[in-house]
């Protein structure tokens, strides 16, 4: 076979969205880690790699299971050992679907002598806690498992081979349309079923065996990507938005390692994406009495849908609308504050965000009469709109008169604080004259040790502050606490860990 | 109410244990201290909160954990809401037992807790209180405040409250089958008064829950409440896991 590509990702580092143009075949993959992975520097679990020449192409898309052990590794040789074994052996595969499932069953059942080594020969770092290598050790003996996606691709004998296990999506179209759910099934995606290193295969293998004349356009993705699942039913995606979705991906509370291929056979899509325009004119508002954040914009003309993104320190979310405008309840926006954008789609196209603006949910126990926020957020850059002007206009100048009485009244009362704090500063002063010696025998007093006069009368005042003011049995100051705990012969609670870290000591006060 | 949003790193599920340590938990429950079999289901249960929340070598913080025990006063055992990876540094708590059985005050400082806490919770899984007792309390009765607390809740749902009640024969006869056991009903009758308010006090098992409970191995009925009778350490365990039902990912 001539002109040999091998195209693989790293499982640490990130692989952009990349196109590979052959003459029967075209495809373009991707590869990023989740956002745990990312900050706490640990290998994605995914593995992708895809062999291709001018007629032919296999490829494997592993998902490492993250509750084995070391769901990557398994992902890797997966991966590696069956894209392999693919390549050497696609073109030997018969019509029948059984001889197929015999003969992956048996290659991937045999993975497991040579798998199963290399897990049992991993060190485990050094600097583990007690529990996690102990949970490590439990989960060696349970093998490293993996999910896959995987297919050969026979352009000289106009055929498709494919073969899954678990909950990666495959996807495949005729020249008309979809058809995933009549020639794969939707219910054969299943999440527990899978590869282990140490048992094998895990559940059902599926297959499916088409001609490359019905079959002309695959999509395969982890579910990492579950976002994507209604796309793709208008065309392809352009580059730019589909790596628009890779790099949000990274941002949404449910982050996860992502891996996509997508493969044309025969002929490559050639036509240039039309990109919807931004919404403009956002406002969010405060409906307080149905406890909803309100987001609206101007609609934008022949789009398909909307998207806002709720930008918090707990991630993104981004919700769907079908209206120029969404409300969410305050119990189902991810943080307290934060900015949202807004965007459209047309066809499988998205458009910029709009610029940010921020939100903020009140405090349910603050007054609505006392809460600034019931007052809408404006795009910084954005006109009011004409229509409302008068009325905001109006508002503004309310807020505005509220804003100086509240200056007004914090004024005051700093103020108030600054004369009290003066009052004391004074009073203290006085205290000292009264007690004042000259500088010369303050001196000696110093050098000699001996207490002097007025300091006798500061411990006097100290000790009479100490003498409790309240009934003790109500309250207990921290000393009784550290005695009580002392005096306790037998301790009810003791203070340390199995581990042997002393953290026992917080007694909630009643 | 669908409990279906999944325990991630950036929206951990709060788990609170509340572990009654009061002096009859010293007694046996099939040959064992009771305060023993807690501690070892209690161990089990970290063990498999760590497993699930384990990628590689690293513990993504998925779960949030706040353990009281309580006697006659109440102890915060970790001295603040530790996430799994800091509570799998510390290990597990070694518990011994006190004197009386103060229920009010523990779920009055759960309370308190979740005022705190629920703010900042949205789009999170909903809270979970782990309530384990061998008797009934001492003092004022808990029964407003766990129905306060129950009332409680963010967009996932109301905080669910569990009780694990150990006690040697609760209902009566032996489960001989775990794992085709139904569970507690609201139909269930017991040899102990103080069960029926408990079981008053705990909460519908979430489907949800149910679901991932047959993962583990369990075969709970759609109309079990989340209590269980800890009439063998097979049973306390089997609370504990309850306890951490939550949707985690894969």
Not at chain 2, 200 to 208: F, G, R, T, V, Y
Request: hydrophobic share 35%; proline share 6%.
């Amino acid at each position: 076979m001539t002109g040999l590509n091998v195209q693989r990702i790293d499982q640490n580092y990130p692989s952009p969205l990349i196109t590979i143009k052959g003459e029967k075949i075209c495809y373009r993959y991707a590869f990023d880690r989740s956002a745990d992975s990312i900050r706490t520097n640990q290998p994605g679990q995914d593995y992708l790699v895809i062999v291709s020449d001018t007629d032919h192409l296999a490829f494997v898309l592993c998902d490492g299971v993250s509750q084995s052990f070391y769901g990557d590794v398994s992902a890797k040789i997966l991966g590696e050992k069956f894209v392999n074994w693919l390549w050497e052996n696609g073109k030997d595969f018969g019509q029948e679907k059984s001889q197929l499932i015999n003969k992956v069953s048996l290659f991937l059942n045999h993975l497991t002598e040579e798998a199963s080594v290399k897990i049992e020969d991993m060190d485990l770092p050094e600097a583990l806690p007690s529990m996690l290598r102990v949970v490590l050790e439990k989960k060696r003996k349970m093998g490293s498992e993996s999910t896959f996606t995987s297919g050969f691709i026979d352009f000289e004998n106009k055929r498709l081979f494919l073969c899954w296990m678990g909950d990666s999506r495959l996807r495949i179209w005729d020249r008309c349309s979809e058809k995933t759910s009549d020639l794969l099934g939707a219910e054969t995606f299943q999440t527990r079923e899978r590869w282990s290193s140490c048992k094998g295969l895990v559940g059902e293998l599926h297959v499916g065996i088409f001609s490359t004349n019905d079959i002309i356009h695959l999509v395969t993705y982890s579910d990492g990507l579950s976002r994507l699942d209604h796309s793709f039913s208008r065309g392809s995606p352009s580059d730019r938005t589909l790596s628009g979705i890779f790099e949000e991906s990274k941002l949404l509370s449910a982050s996860d390692d992502i891996s996509f291929l997508e493969i044309w056979i025969g002929k490559c899509p050639t036509s240039k994406p039309v990109l919807p325009s931004t919404p403009k004119k956002v406002t969010v508002n405060n409906l307080f009495e149905q406890e909803k954040l309100k987001i609206s914009w101007q609609p934008v003309k022949n789009v398909n849908q909307y998207e806002v993104a709720l930008l918090s320190s707990n991630g993104w979310q981004i919700i769907s609308s079908d209206q120029p405008h969404l409300e969410k309840h305050y119990n189902e926006i991810n943080g307290i504050a934060g900015k949202c954008m807004v965007r459209s789609w047309k066809n499988e196209e998205a458009s910029d965000w709009s610029r940010e603006i921020e939100y903020r949910i009140p405090n349910p126990k603050q007054e609505k009469t006392q809460n600034e926020f019931s007052e809408p957020y404006y795009e910084s850059s954005e006109q009011i709109p004409v229509e409302n002007f008068k009325q905001n206009n109006k508002k503004f100048f309310s807020l505005f008169n509220q804003r100086q009485f509240n200056l007004l009244t914090r004024g005051k009362i700093a103020m108030t604080l600054l004369i009290i704090i003066a009052m004391a500063f004074i009073l203290l002063i006085h205290h000292d004259f009264n007690h004042f010696e000259p500088p010369t025998t303050t001196a000696f007093f110093a050098t000699k040790l001996i207490p002097s006069p007025s300091s006798e009368k500061i411990h006097e005042i100290e000790v009479l502050l100490t003498t409790p003011v309240l009934d003790t049995a109500t309250i207990k100051s921290p000393i009784e606490i550290t005695n009580k705990k002392r005096e306790t012969p037998s301790p009810p609670f003791y203070n340390h860990f199995i581990n042997g870290e002393n953290k026992f000591d917080f007694l909630i006060l009643q | 109410m669908a409990y279906d949003i999944l325990a991630t790193s950036q929206t951990p599920a709060l788990i609170i244990y509340v572990l009654d340590v009061s002096g009859s938990m010293s007694s046996n429950l099939q040959g064992k201290p009771r305060i023993k079999v807690v501690m070892d289901a209690l161990s089990a249960t970290l063990q498999q909160l760590v497993f699930r929340c384990t990628k590689g070598g690293q513990i993504s913080p998925r779960y949030r954990i706040a353990m009281y025990a309580y006697s006659d006063n109440v102890y915060d055992i970790l001295g603040k809401i530790m996430t799994i990876d800091q509570v799998a540094n510390l290990g597990v708590p070694d518990l011994s037992t006190m004197n009386s059985t103060n229920t009010f005050l523990a779920f009055q400082e759960v309370e308190k807790l979740l005022q705190r806490e629920l703010p900042n919770l949205n789009n999170c899984p909903a809270p979970l209180v782990c309530h384990m007792t061998d008797g009934e309390y001492n003092g004022k009765d808990p029964e407003p405040v766990v129905r306060e607390i129950m009332r409680m809740g963010n967009s996932d749902g109301n905080v669910l409250v569990e009780n694990i009640f150990i006690s040697d024969n609760l209902l009566g006869y032996p489960i001989n089958d775990l794992n085709h056991w139904p569970g507690i009903l609201p139909s269930t009758t017991f040899r102990n008064k103080y069960a029926n308010a408990l079981r008053s006090m705990s909460s519908p098992l979430p489907d949800s829950y149910r679901i991932m409970m047959v993962e583990s191995g369990y075969n709970l009925s759609p109309s079990a409440v989340m209590m269980l009778p800890g009439m063998s350490p097979e049973l306390v365990e089997m609370g504990f896991v309850m306890s951490m039902s939550t949707l985690a990912s894969k």
